[in-house]
T-cell receptor, first 113, second 109 residues
Framework: KAGVTQTPRYLIKTRGQQVTLSCSPI?????VSWYQQTPGQGLQFLFE???????NKGNFPGRFSGRQFSNSRSEMNVSTLELGDSALYLC????????????FGPGTRLTVT | GQQLNQSPQSMFIQEGEDVSMNCTSS?????WLWYKQDPGEGPVLLIA?????ELTSNGRLTAQFGITRKDSFLNISASIPSDVGIYFC?????????FGPGTRLSVLP
């Protein structure tokens, strides 16, 4: 069974631009969560989507948004990029909302210059 | 807010040695999980614990959910070079997760 895939793997953007990251969960998994990982803050929860609806949200500004499609694939968008948004963005899938066994993708490394 | 503390922050061990690391909090959690992350990759789930006092093994790995529900430990027996990486604990409150800062493990041949 294929794992979680994330595209692109690497991305370089400049301040003020926006970016969209994509995540395809494991087949049959309906919940997708997004995390930001930085050396200083570690792994921080962004939001969780289940059945195309955002179910939970972490403590991030409104510039961070996401959506989920009917096939469970998810996208995350960051608008008006700031230098501090440089991070590894990880997507994790699980069978259902509130299922704690999450399986992570390899991440998208975003660098903002 | 909820916060997890992991110790040690980093450790260097000889191949073949046993390893022990733990994760503590001042808050009570319902689920504890342990992940391992290799450079350039996402975390991989190692063990999930759902009941206070639960002891679970996965090969050479053993983890326990503390009786107080405020801590968990992970043991690795007979370490091998591929055990190198960062080990994260995670715990759930409500339907969100919080992750610890990680323990960086280095295995010397």
């Amino acid at each position: 069974k294929a794992g979680v895939t994330q595209t692109p793997r690497y991305l370089i953007k400049t301040r003020g631009q926006q970016v969209t990251l994509s995540c395809s969960p494991i087949s049959g998994h309906r919940s997708v969560s997004w995390y930001q990982q930085t050396p200083g803050q570690g792994l921080q929860f962004l939001f969780e989507y289940f059945s195309e609806t955002q179910r939970n949200k972490g403590n991030f500004p409104g510039r961070f948004s996401g959506r989920q499609f009917s096939n469970s694939r998810s996208e995350m968008n960051v608008s008006t990029l700031e230098l501090g948004d440089s991070a590894l963005y990880l997507c994790a899938s699980s069978l259902a909302q509130g299922t704690y066994e999450q399986y992570f993708g390899p991440g998208t490394r975003l660098t903002v210059t | 807010g909820q916060q997890l503390n992991q110790s040690p922050q980093s450790m260097f061990i000889q191949e073949g040695e046993d390893v022990s690391m733990n994760c503590t909090s001042s808050s009570i959690f319902n689920t504890w999980l342990w992940y391992k992350q290799d450079p350039g990759e996402g975390p991989v789930l190692l063990i999930a614990l759902y009941k206070a006092g639960e002891l679970t093994s996965n090969g050479r790995l053993t983890a326990q959910f503390g009786i107080t529900r405020k801590d968990s430990f992970l043991n690795i027996s007979a370490s091998i070079p591929s055990d190198v990486g960062i080990y994260f604990c995670a715990a759930n409150y409500g339907q969100n997760f919080v992750f610890g800062p990680g323990t960086r493990l280095s295995v010397l041949p």
